[in-house]
């Protein structure tokens, strides 16, 4: 989506079949670049993807106006049993900076993004 904010979606818009978005929860906030985008787009297929969909009556029409109702849903279990889980290996890094430094620095860097 953030390639999209720099182009010109009026004349673009109707340039392109199918639009995929991740996170598609995160769209549905008030003025999110996502409603501005989708809302110029033309394409027939839209494919949002997210672990979260909405539960407020109000983003739960504004996601189905701008991507479709939700069409299918994979539990954890569903993913378990197709083995299509994502699977992460965690490591250690050993460093002299004190734990809760560490942590704080951390935290400084995750970005916070809620609707």
């Given at each position: ?96 900076r004190p734990r809760a430094e560490a942590d704080k ?10 609707c």
């Amino acid at each position: 989506m953030q390639t999209f904010r720099t182009l010109n979606l009026e004349e673009l818009g109707m340039d392109f079949q199918v639009v995929i978005t991740d996170e598609s929860h995160v769209g549905m906030c008030d003025q999110a670049t996502y409603q501005k985008i989708l809302s110029h787009v033309i394409a027939p297929i839209r494919i949002g993807l997210t672990a979260t969909p909405p539960e407020n009556q109000e983003r739960k029409l504004v996601s189905e106006g701008l991507l479709g109702p939700i069409i299918g849903r994979v539990t954890f279990e569903d993913a378990k049993e197709l083995d299509i889980m994502y699977s992460q290996d965690r490591a250690s890094i050993h460093t002299d900076r004190p734990r809760a430094e560490a942590d704080k620095a951390l935290q400084g860097d995750l970005p916070k993004r809620h609707c």
